[in-house]
Protein backbone atom coordinates (compact mmCIF):
# COMPACT_ATOMS: atom_id res chain seq x y z
CA UNK A 1 0.00 0.00 0.00
CA UNK A 2 1.59 3.45 -1.24
CA UNK A 3 2.13 6.29 2.05
CA UNK A 4 -0.92 8.43 0.59
CA UNK A 5 -3.49 5.58 0.33
CA UNK A 6 -2.24 4.61 4.42
CA UNK A 7 -2.89 7.78 4.92
CA UNK A 8 -6.60 7.93 4.21
CA UNK A 9 -9.12 6.89 6.08
CA UNK A 10 -12.83 6.02 5.15
CA UNK A 11 -15.65 8.58 6.32
CA UNK A 12 -17.42 6.16 8.05
CA UNK A 13 -14.56 5.70 10.52
CA UNK A 14 -15.58 6.68 14.24
CA UNK A 15 -15.48 10.87 14.65
CA UNK A 16 -13.22 12.13 16.36
CA UNK A 17 -14.46 13.62 20.65
CA UNK A 18 -13.51 16.78 21.53
CA UNK A 19 -12.37 14.76 25.01
CA UNK A 20 -13.43 17.25 28.12
CA UNK A 21 -16.14 19.18 26.09
CA UNK A 22 -17.88 16.19 25.77
CA UNK A 23 -20.68 16.84 27.84
CA UNK A 24 -21.59 20.46 26.21
CA UNK A 25 -23.94 18.73 23.80
CA UNK A 26 -26.47 18.85 26.66
CA UNK A 27 -26.29 22.15 26.37
CA UNK A 28 -25.49 23.10 23.11
CA UNK A 29 -27.59 21.07 20.26
CA UNK A 30 -24.61 20.12 18.47
CA UNK A 31 -22.14 17.18 17.28
CA UNK A 32 -19.67 15.82 14.74
CA UNK A 33 -22.23 13.62 13.41
CA UNK A 34 -24.82 16.21 12.91
CA UNK A 35 -21.90 18.75 11.37
CA UNK A 36 -21.68 15.51 9.18
CA UNK A 37 -24.72 15.60 7.84
CA UNK A 38 -25.39 19.02 7.51
CA UNK A 39 -22.19 18.61 4.96
CA UNK A 40 -23.41 15.50 3.80
CA UNK A 41 -26.82 17.70 2.41
CA UNK A 42 -24.58 20.79 1.17
CA UNK A 43 -22.41 18.36 -0.79
CA UNK A 44 -25.50 16.15 -2.49
CA UNK A 45 -25.45 19.14 -4.46
CA UNK A 46 -22.82 18.50 -6.53
CA UNK A 47 -22.91 16.72 -10.25
CA UNK A 48 -19.10 15.61 -10.45
CA UNK A 49 -17.50 12.84 -8.63
CA UNK A 50 -16.69 13.29 -5.37
CA UNK A 51 -13.85 11.28 -3.13
CA UNK A 52 -14.17 12.56 0.58
CA UNK A 53 -12.25 11.01 3.22
CA UNK A 54 -9.53 11.81 6.61
CA UNK A 55 -6.02 12.03 5.60
CA UNK A 56 -3.95 11.07 8.80
CA UNK A 57 -1.37 13.21 9.15
CA UNK A 58 2.41 11.68 10.91
CA UNK A 59 0.97 13.28 14.62
CA UNK A 60 -2.25 11.24 14.01
CA UNK A 61 -4.31 14.72 13.49
CA UNK A 62 -6.73 14.19 10.88
CA UNK A 63 -7.70 15.98 7.97
CA UNK A 64 -10.95 15.94 6.49
CA UNK A 65 -10.40 15.88 2.11
CA UNK A 66 -12.37 16.38 -0.59
CA UNK A 67 -11.25 15.29 -4.01
CA UNK A 68 -13.64 16.48 -7.15
CA UNK A 69 -13.19 15.28 -10.86
CA UNK A 70 -14.59 15.41 -13.51
CA UNK A 71 -17.50 12.91 -13.45
CA UNK A 72 -18.06 13.62 -17.55
CA UNK A 73 -13.96 13.77 -18.58
CA UNK A 74 -12.96 10.70 -21.03
CA UNK A 75 -10.18 9.89 -19.83
CA UNK A 76 -9.62 10.26 -15.85
CA UNK A 77 -5.53 10.25 -16.58
CA UNK A 78 -5.66 13.03 -18.93
CA UNK A 79 -7.34 15.21 -15.66
CA UNK A 80 -5.50 14.03 -13.12
CA UNK A 81 -1.97 15.24 -15.51
CA UNK A 82 -3.25 18.61 -15.17
CA UNK A 83 -2.07 20.90 -11.90
CA UNK A 84 -4.87 20.59 -9.24
CA UNK A 85 -6.37 23.08 -7.45
CA UNK A 86 -6.21 23.05 -3.91
CA UNK A 87 -8.48 25.16 -1.99
CA UNK A 88 -8.35 26.56 1.74
CA UNK A 89 -11.33 28.20 3.11
CA UNK A 90 -11.33 31.35 6.09
CA UNK A 91 -12.42 31.49 9.68
CA UNK A 92 -15.16 29.62 10.73
CA UNK A 93 -15.60 27.57 7.16
CA UNK A 94 -15.18 24.37 5.74
CA UNK A 95 -15.42 22.81 2.58
CA UNK A 96 -19.11 23.16 1.99
CA UNK A 97 -18.38 27.02 1.42
CA UNK A 98 -17.27 25.95 -1.04
CA UNK A 99 -20.43 24.57 -3.13
CA UNK A 100 -20.90 26.94 -5.97
CA UNK A 101 -17.52 26.37 -7.06
CA UNK A 102 -16.65 22.66 -6.72
CA UNK A 103 -18.37 21.37 -10.32
CA UNK A 104 -17.18 24.36 -12.16
CA UNK A 105 -13.67 24.24 -11.01
CA UNK A 106 -13.15 20.67 -11.12
CA UNK A 107 -14.37 20.65 -15.36
CA UNK A 108 -10.53 20.43 -16.19
CA UNK A 109 -8.36 19.30 -13.54
CA UNK A 110 -8.87 17.41 -10.23
CA UNK A 111 -9.75 20.28 -7.29
CA UNK A 112 -8.94 19.14 -3.65
CA UNK A 113 -10.83 21.13 -0.71
CA UNK A 114 -9.78 20.17 3.17
CA UNK A 115 -10.98 21.13 5.92
CA UNK A 116 -8.23 23.02 7.99
CA UNK A 117 -6.93 21.70 11.14
CA UNK A 118 -8.97 22.88 14.00
CA UNK A 119 -12.19 23.87 12.19
CA UNK A 120 -14.61 21.27 10.20
CA UNK A 121 -14.52 18.29 10.44
CA UNK A 122 -10.60 17.67 10.88
CA UNK A 123 -9.38 17.09 14.06
CA UNK A 124 -8.96 19.61 16.59
CA UNK A 125 -5.74 19.77 18.55
CA UNK A 126 -3.97 23.02 21.10
CA UNK A 127 -2.87 25.40 19.86
CA UNK A 128 -0.16 27.91 21.06
CA UNK A 129 -0.64 30.88 22.21
CA UNK A 130 2.42 32.46 20.09
CA UNK A 131 1.53 34.14 16.76
CA UNK A 132 4.52 32.18 15.27
CA UNK A 133 4.46 28.82 16.80
CA UNK A 134 0.45 29.08 16.11
CA UNK A 135 0.81 29.73 12.28
CA UNK A 136 3.76 27.43 11.72
CA UNK A 137 1.37 24.62 13.36
CA UNK A 138 -1.23 25.32 10.64
CA UNK A 139 1.37 25.86 7.51
CA UNK A 140 3.27 21.85 8.97
CA UNK A 141 -0.23 20.70 8.62
CA UNK A 142 -1.15 21.73 4.87
CA UNK A 143 2.62 20.29 4.37
CA UNK A 144 1.86 17.04 5.84
CA UNK A 145 -1.33 16.82 3.86
CA UNK A 146 0.01 17.45 0.59
CA UNK A 147 2.55 14.64 1.32
CA UNK A 148 0.22 12.44 2.39
CA UNK A 149 -2.05 13.34 -0.77
CA UNK A 150 0.92 12.60 -2.58
CA UNK A 151 0.93 16.23 -4.74
CA UNK A 152 3.85 17.23 -6.03
CA UNK A 153 2.17 20.79 -7.15
CA UNK A 154 -0.40 22.67 -6.77
CA UNK A 155 -2.27 25.71 -7.66
CA UNK A 156 -2.67 27.11 -4.30
CA UNK A 157 -6.22 29.27 -3.62
CA UNK A 158 -7.07 30.73 -0.21
CA UNK A 159 -9.43 32.31 1.41
CA UNK A 160 -9.48 34.89 3.92
CA UNK A 161 -7.71 33.28 7.10
CA UNK A 162 -6.77 30.82 4.14
CA UNK A 163 -5.23 33.04 2.13
CA UNK A 164 -2.55 34.45 5.46
CA UNK A 165 -1.87 30.86 5.95
CA UNK A 166 -1.55 30.08 1.84
CA UNK A 167 1.29 32.89 1.86
CA UNK A 168 2.98 31.73 4.41
CA UNK A 169 3.22 28.09 3.22
CA UNK A 170 4.32 29.22 -0.56
CA UNK A 171 7.37 31.29 1.37
CA UNK A 172 7.99 28.25 3.20
CA UNK A 173 7.80 25.52 0.39
CA UNK A 174 7.58 27.75 -2.97
CA UNK A 175 8.72 25.02 -5.02
CA UNK A 176 5.52 22.90 -4.55
CA UNK A 177 3.29 25.76 -5.86
CA UNK A 178 2.61 26.78 -9.31
CA UNK A 179 0.49 29.71 -9.00
CA UNK A 180 -0.92 31.56 -5.78
CA UNK A 181 -4.23 32.75 -5.39
CA UNK A 182 -6.09 35.33 -3.37
CA UNK A 183 -9.69 35.46 -2.59
CA UNK A 184 -9.99 38.78 -0.16
CA UNK A 185 -7.41 37.61 2.07
CA UNK A 186 -7.04 38.43 5.76
CA UNK A 187 -4.05 39.22 7.92
CA UNK A 188 -1.96 41.48 5.21
CA UNK A 189 -1.95 45.07 6.13
CA UNK A 190 -0.25 46.33 8.99
CA UNK A 191 -2.51 47.98 11.19
CA UNK A 192 -2.35 51.82 10.71
CA UNK A 193 -1.35 54.19 13.66
CA UNK A 194 -3.80 56.99 14.32
CA UNK A 195 -2.50 59.86 11.76
CA UNK A 196 -3.74 63.54 12.90
CA UNK A 197 -4.41 65.79 9.70
CA UNK A 198 -5.73 69.44 9.75
CA UNK A 199 -3.80 72.52 11.37
CA UNK A 200 -4.66 74.50 14.66
CA UNK A 201 -4.93 70.82 16.93
CA UNK A 202 -7.92 70.12 14.76
CA UNK A 203 -7.43 66.99 13.15
CA UNK A 204 -9.37 63.36 12.43
CA UNK A 205 -8.02 59.82 11.57
CA UNK A 206 -7.84 58.82 8.05
CA UNK A 207 -10.96 57.01 7.17
CA UNK A 208 -11.55 53.53 6.54
CA UNK A 209 -14.59 51.78 5.14
CA UNK A 210 -16.58 50.50 8.43
CA UNK A 211 -16.52 46.68 8.59
CA UNK A 212 -19.92 44.54 8.84
CA UNK A 213 -22.37 44.93 11.95
CA UNK A 214 -21.60 41.16 12.83
CA UNK A 215 -17.49 41.68 12.38
CA UNK A 216 -17.92 44.53 15.30
CA UNK A 217 -20.37 42.36 17.37
CA UNK A 218 -17.70 39.30 17.32
CA UNK A 219 -14.99 42.17 18.10
CA UNK A 220 -16.68 43.25 21.38
CA UNK A 221 -16.09 39.93 22.81
CA UNK A 222 -12.82 39.16 21.38
CA UNK A 223 -10.36 40.49 23.68
CA UNK A 224 -11.95 38.37 26.54
CA UNK A 225 -12.98 35.47 25.08
CA UNK A 226 -12.34 33.23 22.07
CA UNK A 227 -13.89 34.54 18.96
CA UNK A 228 -17.25 32.69 18.77
CA UNK A 229 -17.58 31.60 22.29
CA UNK A 230 -20.78 33.62 22.34
CA UNK A 231 -22.46 30.85 20.01
CA UNK A 232 -21.21 28.58 22.18
CA UNK A 233 -22.56 30.24 24.95
CA UNK A 234 -25.92 30.43 24.00
CA UNK A 235 -26.38 26.90 24.38
CA UNK A 236 -29.68 25.99 22.48
CA UNK A 237 -29.84 29.53 21.06
CA UNK A 238 -26.59 29.29 19.13
CA UNK A 239 -28.36 28.17 16.02
CA UNK A 240 -30.95 31.14 16.42
CA UNK A 241 -27.70 33.53 16.73
CA UNK A 242 -25.52 32.46 13.60
CA UNK A 243 -29.11 33.30 11.86
CA UNK A 244 -29.63 36.43 13.42
CA UNK A 245 -25.82 37.27 12.39
CA UNK A 246 -25.08 35.95 9.62
CA UNK A 247 -28.01 36.40 7.25
CA UNK A 248 -26.62 36.90 4.38
CA UNK A 249 -25.19 33.25 4.34
CA UNK A 250 -28.71 32.00 4.40
CA UNK A 251 -29.49 34.42 1.30
CA UNK A 252 -26.09 33.74 -0.80
CA UNK A 253 -27.15 29.98 -0.98
CA UNK A 254 -31.54 30.27 -0.98
CA UNK A 255 -31.52 28.92 -4.88
CA UNK A 256 -29.57 25.81 -3.61
CA UNK A 257 -31.52 25.25 -0.53
CA UNK A 258 -35.15 26.95 1.00
CA UNK A 259 -34.52 26.09 4.77
CA UNK A 260 -31.61 26.69 7.26
CA UNK A 261 -28.99 24.21 5.72
CA UNK A 262 -26.17 26.91 5.41
CA UNK A 263 -26.44 28.76 8.51
CA UNK A 264 -26.83 24.92 10.60
CA UNK A 265 -23.62 24.21 8.88
CA UNK A 266 -21.99 27.19 10.02
CA UNK A 267 -23.62 26.98 13.07
CA UNK A 268 -22.22 23.32 13.78
CA UNK A 269 -18.49 24.22 12.05
CA UNK A 270 -18.37 26.52 15.33
CA UNK A 271 -19.98 25.11 18.26
CA UNK A 272 -17.66 22.25 18.28
CA UNK A 273 -14.30 22.46 20.84
CA UNK A 274 -12.56 26.03 19.65
CA UNK A 275 -9.52 24.64 18.42
CA UNK A 276 -8.75 26.34 15.02
CA UNK A 277 -10.09 29.22 16.76
CA UNK A 278 -7.45 29.58 19.49
CA UNK A 279 -4.84 29.23 16.89
CA UNK A 280 -6.77 32.39 15.11
CA UNK A 281 -7.00 34.10 18.41
CA UNK A 282 -3.27 33.47 18.80
CA UNK A 283 -2.32 35.28 15.18
CA UNK A 284 -4.75 38.24 15.85
CA UNK A 285 -4.34 41.28 17.44
CA UNK A 286 -8.20 42.00 16.87
CA UNK A 287 -10.56 40.44 14.58
CA UNK A 288 -9.19 42.93 12.06
CA UNK A 289 -5.59 42.47 12.32
CA UNK A 290 -2.42 40.17 12.55
CA UNK A 291 0.64 40.36 15.14
CA UNK A 292 2.67 39.32 11.92
CA UNK A 293 1.16 41.05 9.24
CA UNK A 294 2.11 39.13 6.03
CA UNK A 295 2.86 42.61 3.58
CA UNK A 296 6.10 42.85 5.82
CA UNK A 297 6.83 38.95 4.12
CA UNK A 298 5.15 39.19 0.68
CA UNK A 299 9.02 39.77 -0.17
CA UNK A 300 10.15 36.41 0.81
CA UNK A 301 7.77 34.67 -2.08
CA UNK A 302 10.67 33.78 -5.35
CA UNK A 303 10.66 36.37 -7.79
CA UNK A 304 9.24 33.60 -10.00
CA UNK A 305 6.05 33.14 -8.16
CA UNK A 306 2.61 33.46 -9.47
CA UNK A 307 0.21 35.70 -7.56
CA UNK A 308 -3.20 36.65 -8.18
CA UNK A 309 -4.87 38.75 -5.56
CA UNK A 310 -9.18 38.65 -5.93
CA UNK A 311 -11.31 41.18 -3.36
CA UNK A 312 -15.07 41.67 -3.23
CA UNK A 313 -15.53 45.01 -4.23
CA UNK A 314 -17.78 45.69 -1.91
CA UNK A 315 -15.60 43.58 1.30
CA UNK A 316 -14.67 44.99 4.29
CA UNK A 317 -11.06 44.14 3.29
CA UNK A 318 -9.10 47.20 1.69
CA UNK A 319 -8.16 45.91 -1.79
CA UNK A 320 -5.40 49.16 -1.64
CA UNK A 321 -3.32 46.01 -0.02
CA UNK A 322 -3.34 44.64 -2.89
CA UNK A 323 -1.30 47.59 -4.76
CA UNK A 324 0.92 47.76 -1.87
CA UNK A 325 1.44 43.93 -2.69
CA UNK A 326 1.99 44.49 -6.57
CA UNK A 327 4.50 47.47 -5.59
CA UNK A 328 6.58 45.44 -3.39
CA UNK A 329 6.89 42.92 -5.70
CA UNK A 330 8.39 44.87 -8.09
CA UNK A 331 7.96 42.88 -11.18
CA UNK A 332 7.22 40.38 -10.25
CA UNK A 333 3.75 38.89 -11.70
CA UNK A 334 1.11 39.71 -9.09
CA UNK A 335 -2.38 40.67 -10.40
CA UNK A 336 -5.37 42.63 -8.74
CA UNK A 337 -8.65 41.86 -9.51
CA UNK A 338 -11.97 43.39 -8.24
CA UNK A 339 -15.13 41.40 -8.32
CA UNK A 340 -18.16 43.38 -8.50
CA UNK A 341 -21.35 43.46 -6.51
CA UNK A 342 -19.37 41.06 -3.88
CA UNK A 343 -18.52 41.14 -0.67
CA UNK A 344 -16.14 39.20 1.49
CA UNK A 345 -17.39 35.73 0.84
CA UNK A 346 -16.66 36.85 -3.00
CA UNK A 347 -16.77 33.28 -4.16
CA UNK A 348 -20.88 32.76 -2.88
CA UNK A 349 -21.44 36.55 -3.80
CA UNK A 350 -20.81 36.04 -7.41
CA UNK A 351 -19.52 32.40 -8.32
CA UNK A 352 -20.09 32.48 -11.78
CA UNK A 353 -17.27 35.57 -12.60
CA UNK A 354 -15.32 33.89 -9.55
CA UNK A 355 -15.06 30.41 -11.00
CA UNK A 356 -14.46 31.94 -14.07
CA UNK A 357 -11.56 34.31 -13.51
CA UNK A 358 -10.39 31.24 -11.54
CA UNK A 359 -10.82 28.76 -14.48
CA UNK A 360 -8.63 31.53 -16.68
CA UNK A 361 -5.93 31.96 -13.49
CA UNK A 362 -5.48 28.34 -13.25
CA UNK A 363 -5.67 27.98 -17.72
CA UNK A 364 -2.03 29.91 -17.40
CA UNK A 365 -0.66 27.44 -15.54
CA UNK A 366 -1.55 24.38 -18.09
Known sequence: MSPANAAMQDETDTEQTSGNWSWWPSWRPTSMSLLKSAEAKILACLQNNVWSRFVTLPNQNRIWTLKVTNKSAHKHKDQDAQTPLVMVHGFGGGVGLWIRNLDALSRSRPVYAFDLLGFGRSSRPSFPSDASLAEEQFVTSIEQWRQSMGLESMILLGHSLGGYLATSYTIQYPERVSHLILVDAWGFPERPQPQVQGSGGQGSEVKRVSPPRWVKALASVFSLFNPLAVIRAAGPWGPGLVNRFRPDFKRKFEDLFDDDTMTQY????????????????????????AKRPMVQRVHLLPPSMPVSMLYGALSWVDASTGNTVVQIRGKSLTSVMLIEDASHHVYADQPEEFNRVVESICNTVD
Open 266 to 289: IYHCNAQNPSGEVGFKALSESLGW
